[in-house]
């Protein structure tokens, strides 16, 4: 009877156990009282915004004496492992030095963190978010520290990324495009054919003077065509190659010509002039 109480003991303290937590209790490394606790941050910090700022705050007030060190990656290991970056290495360390809440910037930091290099900086923990990190393997980054229960998790600021930011730009090419053009950027300098840079500066022009003489409002459909055609002779040049559609371009129309199209889409002849001035006129009296 008490060989199978035992045996019963034992079954259920196995069960109990379970198998080991991918992430040890936090208490395996005991925090330091007598001097700042050393935290350890890392990441690529690519056209630095408050997302950043903001994740680099809750890890300077982890605790309340907190001397907060931030790796920032070189171009080198950001380039393979998650590509091409806007900000050069020199200019992310600049950033992030910049940053009230960051005590010291460690240039070059190593993609994966190991007991060598928490030793030559003396880190008490290592923080990121709660998103996860590989290597070029597939394993946790952090799994190293975790093990050790010297990791803190810290949360992300929705609504704000790099990619974001980025998507942005993408979004409206050409919007920034015109604005720098405007600023004295060379198309070549942004990479923009020459074709479509004059015809982006022809275009503003044009739009500054429609916007200046507002009673000639009819130009603006006239405007548009010339914008159509305009791109349809940067594509050909661009490409070279002949368009591809058969129905030819339709020639550049003056406003102030009788075959001019109206709102309906329709050519105008003399009578539909006249007309068109007979009813201008009777609105005028009838607005009297």
Not at 137 to 152: H, P
Request: hydrophobic content about 30%; some cysteine.
């Amino acid at each position: 009877m008490s060989s199978n109480s035992n045996n019963n003991n034992n079954n259920n303290n196995s069960t109990e156990s379970g198998p080991s937590s991918p992430i040890p209790p936090v208490d395996l490394y005991s925090v330091p009282t007598n001097r700042p606790v050393r935290v350890y941050v890392d990441g690529i910090y690519d056209l630095f915004h408050f997302g950043h700022a903001r994740s680099l705050e809750q890890a300077k007030k982890l605790f309340p004496n907190t001397f907060l060190l931030v790796g920032v990656c070189n171009d080198a290991i950001t380039h393979k492992m998650k590509g091409k970056t806007v900000m050069t290495d020199k200019e992310r360390y600049e950033s992030v030095r910049h940053c009230r809440w960051a005590d010291e910037v460690v240039e070059d930091a190593p993609w994966v963190v190991n007991q060598e290099f928490l030793d030559q900086h003396s880190i008490d923990f290592v923080a990121h978010g709660e998103d996860m990190c590989y290597d070029a393997d597939g394993n946790d980054v952090y799994a190293f520290v975790k093990s050790q229960g010297r990791f803190k998790t810290i949360k992300r600021t929705d609504g704000i990324s790099t990619s974001d930011l980025i998507l942005r730009i993408v979004k409206d090419y050409d919007s920034y495009v015109k604005r720098n053009l405007k600023r004295g950027y060379k198309a070549e300098d942004m990479n923009v054919p020459y074709l479509k840079a004059k015809r982006f500066q022809v275009e503003e022009k044009v739009n500054d003077a429609v916007g200046k003489i507002s009673q000639w409002s009819p130009i603006k459909p006239w405007v548009k065509g010339f914008g159509d055609q305009w791109e349809r002779l940067v594509h050909h040049f661009e490409h070279k190659e002949t368009p591809t559609s058969s129905t030819p371009a339709s020639p550049l129309v003056s406003p102030l010509s009788p075959s001019y199209p109206t709102s309906s889409g329709e050519e105008s002849s003399g009578d539909e002039d006249n007309n068109h001035h007979t009813n201008d006129s009777n609105d005028h009296n009838n607005t009297k």
